[in-house]
Nanobody
């Protein structure tokens, strides 16, 4: 199996910063795209940012210029640096990795358990 472990969420005041990290582990042959999503209660999970294994990034319009996604391919880790946080950024943030396991030809999407980010006004 493949497991994703997230860290770095918490409570911060508006204008502050947080850095999320997520590491994929297990019987991994290859990790392709990695990304961060967020979800508020009763709403659909939405893409925040994604990054390919050669560093091509994509951001939601609402976070462009404030958030930066990066990754460490050697350690199967993805980061999300969040600056100038706003109360509207309050959500549960989920890490996702598209990966191929050893012994399989198939690529699956794996999710972390989620980490709460709360921005106070």
């Amino acid at each position: 199996q493949v497991q994703l472990e997230e860290s770095g969420g918490g409570l911060v005041q508006a204008g502050g910063s947080l850095n999320l990290s997520c590491t994929a582990s297990g019987k991994i042959f290859r990790v392709d795209d990695m990304g961060w999503y967020r979800q508020a209660p009763g709403k659909q999970r939405e893409l925040v940012a994604s990054i390919t294994n050669d560093g091509v990034t994509n951001y939601a319009d609402s976070v462009k210029g404030r958030f930066t996604i990066s990754r460490d391919n050697a350690n199967n880790t993805v980061y999300l640096q969040m600056n100038s946080l706003e109360p509207e950024d309050t959500d549960v943030y989920f890490c996702k990795a598209n990966a191929v396991r050893w012994g399989s030809w198939l690529r699956y999407g794996y999710w972390g358990q989620g980490t709460q980010v709360t921005v106070s006004s």
